[in-house]
Each structure stands twice: as C-alpha cells, then as structure tokens.
C-alpha cells in the first residue's frame, strides 16, 4: 500500500441535505502519510461536513473515500481505530479533571491500567497541562480546553488526525503553542494531519499543501508558495519625502519591474525577480540620494489567490452567514 492510500483519498464525494443543497458538491482529495493539509475556507463552505464524512460521522450521499487505507463506509470502525480527531466543539465534561479525562479515553481505547497512567502523563505534558492536571475542566480556559481536546485525541497514537477549526477563540500564545505541537507531529511522528480552517496565516504557516474549499466545490489546490506565486509577482510601493522627486523615483523603480498600481502619493512597480530585490531598491535608494517616507512590499497572500479564484475575500466571506447545517 502506497504512502497516498495510507493517507486520505477521495473521489467525487458529496453530501447532500434536504431541498437540494449540497454541503460538500464532489470534491477530490489526495492527502499523503505525513503530510499537512490545510482546508482552508469561509464558514459554510463545506469544510467541517467534509471532516465529519472522512471521520465517519455522517455518511456521504454519493462518492467514495479511504481514509488510512480503509473505506469510510464499509470499514468504519477500522478507519476510527486509525484516527484522532479534534473537532469544533470539545466533548468535555466539565465535573472531571484533565487527568481524569485523559485516563478515561485510554479504558475506552483498551489500554492497560499502567499504558493508561504513563500515557496520560506524557500527553499532559506535552499540551503543557501538567500542573492543571487535576483541576476541573470547567475552571479551564478555552485554550487550555483545546489543548486537552487535542490530547485526547492522541492518547491511542493514531497514525492520521484530523483537526477542525482548532484554534478558533484561542489567544496568540495558544495558537502558536498549538501550531507547534502539530508541526512537532507530522515531521517527527509522521502522522498525517487534515486541519481545517479560516485563518490564513495558520494554512501559510503549518500546510504543506493547501484545499481552498467554497460552496462545497474545491477551486484551488497546491502548496502555499505555488498558489501565491499563481496570482503573480509581488510588487513594491514608495512614497517620495519630497513631492517634486517622484519622476526620479519613478525612473529608478521601473529599473526593478513594470509599472503597477499604487497610492495617489506613491509610486509602485510589479518585481520582476521576486522579494530579493528589496534590498537591491534600498541600496539603489541610498545611492542615487532619494528619501522616501514609506515603503512598502506587497506579497500575493492565500487571500489574493481565494479572491482571485471566486471574487470575493476569504476574510469577508468568513462572516457570510453559513450555508451548512450545524450539524448531520
């Protein structure tokens, strides 16, 4: 069995719910052992119905899907004996400990009364939980919750995870702790990771590939870099300190690309060789004695290529109201 099937593999799937409307409308995923994949999209877009199809939670209307080699239909027990998954909202008892949390999971899992205890000590380690270990999860905050959720998900070393939305509410210290701890998975454990969400920054910061899903449809596909480096080139702008040297600023850009476009007060060109060539503008700027009072490089974001594919921005489309049912 390849890399690919012990990964996630999907064809045409579809889920469709009454009056017609399709949640997710034939998508195709090719997720390899190891890998990250960031399915990126606005509420409603399809992402956590695709997440609840592949975990098995709710069954597709049509298509087909293996998920760690086992079909999500016929094999789904199997598939959920291979997995892990955090979803959106933690099934957290808020009377127990995190500890107690932890040592319940591994009973239902099987685990011995000692692989239970030394388990759970690790994980709660590893999410930082050590010393809350045995206060109340209702006395946690929604980081630290998360975090737990994230651990309970592990507790049966499962070889794919799958992440919805996990970081949603959280601070920047969690987030960033989070993205660690998944980043510290995929490359040392080799555990195949499928994490949904809105954020952009997450997708750019931790996919090793990226699925921009919207309207139940996937519109674009590839690694962060390739997608951005699709929309086009990054461009510079500069705002000339004096008003009256901006024919000389203009001259001197259009040395580095073509012209594009840019603030009233400002000049900006469109890079022919890519990022590197800021420094070279700066030097060229100290050069030829030209002051600017602002400078700025704009890079192609995964927003460019979202609004690039559909028309609109992800940031905006993120607070559309949601077309997908809540839940199955």
Do not use: C
Not at 65 to 72: C, K, L, P, T
Not at 157 to 176: C, K, Y
Not at 296 to 317: C, I, M, N, W, Y
């Amino acid at each position: 069995m390849t890399a690919r099937e012990q990964g996630i593999v999907a064809e045409a799937l579809v889920r469709e719910y009454r009056g017609g409307i399709r949640a997710v409308d034939g998508i195709d995923l090719r997720v390899a052992e190891g890998e990250i994949y960031g399915f990126l999209g606005p509420n409603g877009a399809g992402k956590s119905t695709t997440v609840h199809m592949l975990t098995t939670l709710l069954p597709p209307s049509s298509g087909t899907a293996r998920v760690g080699g086992f079909d999500i239909v016929r094999e789904g027990p199997r598939v959920r004996a291979a997995i892990g998954a955090a979803l959106q909202e933690a099934a957290l008892d808020p009377l127990l400990t995190g500890r107690e949390h932890l040592r319940l999971q591994a009973a239902l899992h099987g685990l011995s009364r000692a692989d239970r205890r030394s388990r759970g000590e690790a994980l709660l380690e590893r999410v930082g939980l050590t010393l809350a270990a045995d206060r109340k999860v209702r006395t946690y905050s929604g980081g630290m919750k998360r975090r737990l959720d994230l651990a309970l998900a592990l507790v049966h070393a499962p070889r794919l995870l799958f992440l919805d939305e996990p970081t949603t509410g959280l601070d920047p210290q969690s987030r960033s702790a989070l993205w660690q701890e998944v980043g510290r998975l995929a490359k040392e454990e080799g555990v195949t990771v499928f994490l949904t969400t809105q954020y952009l920054e997450e997708a750019d910061v931790l996919a090793d590939r990226v699925g921009i899903i919207d309207h139940g449809r996937i519109v674009a596909e590839g690694t962060p870099s390739g997608l951005k480096a699709e929309i086009g080139r990054p461009s510079v702008e500069a705002v000339p300190a004096n008003p009256d040297e901006r024919h000389r600023l203009t001259q001197l850009l259009e040395r580095f690309g073509e012209p594009a476009q840019g603030s009233p007060n400002g000049v900006a060109v469109r890079l022919e060789t890519g990022t590197e060539s800021l420094v070279e503008i700066v030097r060229a700027l100290d050069a030829e004695g030209l002051d600017v009072s602002h400078l700025q490089l704009h890079a192609p974001s995964l927003d460019d290529v979202f609004l690039a594919k559909t028309g609109r921005s992800l940031e905006g489309a993120a607070e559309e109201p949601s077309a997908e049912p809540a839940r199955a």
